[in-house]
């Protein structure tokens, strides 16, 4: 008769919690046109963030908002959305990386990807891990 051989707890705990934390599902957000909005997004807080990645896969280039190394990458962010997007922490203090858009407009609707870019450690290279998928719908203002 075969044994199976038992399987620490701990080994799969973190493994779990990140396929957990990764994997939740997309947001619905509505907002208003000409409205100022938050995009919520909060890394774990054990992770020594390098950059946050603010996308719309179906743009090109996808970039809402690229930040590295403290440093904005305005070069590879989609054109309409320069000088429109903030972070609301750019320390990224307790892993706050919400993003805010202003003056939301109708060809803001679309399915936004919040991804950050993890320090690596002594062993560890960097790593890109999603976040937060929200869906943005935009509508006009009551009474109008």
């Known amino acids: ?13 973190p493994l779990i919690s990140l396929l957990l934390f990764t994997l939740s599902d997309p947001k619905a957000i509505t907002a208003e046109l000409g409205q100022d909005i938050t995009l919520k997004c909060r890394a774990p807080n054990n992770n020594i963030l390098a950059g946050v990645e603010w996308s719309r896969p179906d743009l090109e280039p996808e970039y ?31 892993g706050d990386v919400s993003l805010i858009l202003k003056n939301v407009t109708g060809a803001d609707a679309g399915t936004y990807e919040c991804r950050v870019l993890t320090q ?13 998928v929200i869906h943005l719908s935009v509508v006009d203002p009551p009474g109008e």
């Open 64 to 94: 809402v908002l690229l930040l590295r190394d403290g440093h904005f990458i305005p070069e590879d962010q989609q054109s309409s959305f320069k000088n429109r997007v903030d972070l609301q922490d750019k320390q990224m203090k307790g």
């Open 120 to 132: 690596g450690g002594k062993r560890r290279k960097r790593a890109v891990e999603t976040i937060r």
């Open 1 to 13: 008769m075969y044994r199976l051989k038992s399987v620490k707890s701990y080994t799969l705990t």
